[in-house]
């Protein structure tokens, strides 16, 4: 059935698993033109090439590809460059899902990694090897806010022959974009603050060379870690509104964290924009003038304080993820950081008393009533 006169100004939810072809001719067009047709949604769909393209035009690459998890995206960049018998270097302070990737299943498949101190990272030579071929690393990492030099590391490993992978995930493109520091491959948790309502389950990697484009194509292709039509259309419509909801996350989490820093039952903030931050320069410049809605603040190495802490709050619920227009609280011993070896949780500090939280979007002077009262026991 044909509409011709129906033009409308949102792209439709293309719901299909697959297209028609007329004939051979048309069949064979799709395969001697690329990008002419579709044959089969997990190859390409509108939808899910609609929001690769909104995310690569948002970090300067020449393009993308959509995948169903932040873990996809991961999985689909690493492998980008790797195969059995590399190496891979990664920052230490990373987000617990990527070293699980890293430590229980890309070992299976002969790729081994070595775990980089952030004080480091400015110097990899005691960490090559031979078959080296990246470093893995986060704008700001999860959970301690650590703010990373990118234009640095990217002149670091680009000396060394490696290509630099960047997770862009809590700084979003809005204040950092990767790819004009120098990275060759900036990759998303759509999940969080591009799609941004805690609706949606879904990754991306922006490439910044059409060779890394066509690699990454045919990854999700052949694994299978391409989008589903109705995610890519949710998160092309939370990208509109990203940098309107990522300034109102970074003005309440500011206040957030100032008012945490004086607070006398909280031992310590992270959290770059605060001044006393050791990468608070960076980050100022880095970030645009902006720091996120991302902070993590250390309490007694008591359960019970922490659990009074979340019981007593209304407006921070215990919710394992991050980056919704409503504040939520994580633990990321309990949660994120679990699949960490009790020596690499002891090295960053992850301990009992470390709360992780996403501040939304919600009236600031809510929030800050809720924390009171949450931690005045």
Same mark, same amino acid.
């Given at each position: 059935m044909h509409f011709p006169n129906i033009q409308p100004k949102i792209t439709p939810i293309y719901q299909t698993s697959v297209f028609k072809f007329e004939d051979l001719d048309a069949v064979r067009q799709y395969f001697d033109e690329p990008g002419s047709r579709y044959l089969y949604s997990r190859n390409g769909n509108p939808n899910s090439d609609e929001l690769a393209t909104a995310v690569a035009r948002w970090e300067g690459g020449v393009g993308a590809v959509a995948t169903g998890s932040g873990m996809a995206a991961?999985?689909?960049?690493?492998?980008t460059y790797c195969q059995a018998g590399d190496h891979v270097l990664c920052a230490a302070d990373i987000y617990g899902g990527s070293a699980a990737l890293l430590n229980l299943e890309l070992a299976?498949?002969?790729?081994?990694?070595?775990?980089?101190?952030?004080e480091d990272l400015g110097d990899l030579r005691a960490y090559l090897q031979p078959t080296t071929r990246l470093l893995l690393c986060e704008t700001m990492s999860n959970p301690l806010l650590r703010v990373v030099n990118l234009r640095q590391l990217a002149t670091e490993c680009h000396q060394h022959g490696l290509k630099l992978v960047v997770d862009n995930t809590f700084a979003t493109p809005v204040l950092t974009r990767p790819?004009?520091?120098?990275?060759?491959?900036?990759?998303?948790?759509?999940?969080k603050y591009l799609a941004g309502h805690s609706d949606v389950t879904a990754g991306a990697v922006v490439a910044r060379t059409p060779e890394d484009v066509a690699r990454l194509r045919q990854i999700g292709t052949v694994f299978g870690l391409t989008l589903s039509p109705m995610e890519s259309w949710l998160g092309v419509r939370g990208l509109k509104t990203m940098r309107l909801r990522v300034a109102a996350h970074s003005e309440n989490a500011w206040a957030v964290a100032d008012f945490l820093d004086k607070h006398p039952a909280v031992q310590a903030v992270y959290y770059p924009g605060l001044p006393t931050h050791p990468e608070h320069g960076l980050a100022t410049?880095?970030?645009?003038?902006?720091?996120?809605?991302?902070?993590? &603040?250390?309490?007694?190495?008591?359960? $019970?304080? !922490?659990? #009074?802490?979340?019981?007593?709050?209304?407006? &921070?619920?215990?919710?394992?993820?991050? $980056?919704? !227009?409503? #504040?939520?609280?994580?633990?990321?011993?309990?949660?994120?950081?679990?699949?960490?070896?009790?020596a690499q949780r002891a090295g960053l500090g992850i301990t009992v008393g470390l709360v992780r939280l996403s501040v939304g979007i919600e009236p600031v002077e809510e929030l800050l009533a809720d924390l009171a009262h949450a931690l005045a026991s």
């Open positions: 991961i999985f689909a960049a690493l492998l299976r498949l002969g790729i081994t990694v070595s775990y980089v101190p952030f790819l004009a520091y120098g990275a060759d491959l900036v990759l998303h948790s759509v999940t410049t880095q970030g645009a003038g902006r720091f996120g809605g991302m902070l993590s &603040f250390r309490l007694p190495d008591d359960a $019970a304080v !922490v659990n #009074s802490f979340m019981q007593r709050s209304q407006l &921070f619920p215990f919710a394992p993820s991050l $980056a919704g !227009v409503d #504040s939520s609280c994580s633990h990321p011993l309990y949660t994120s950081h679990r699949a960490l070896t009790d």
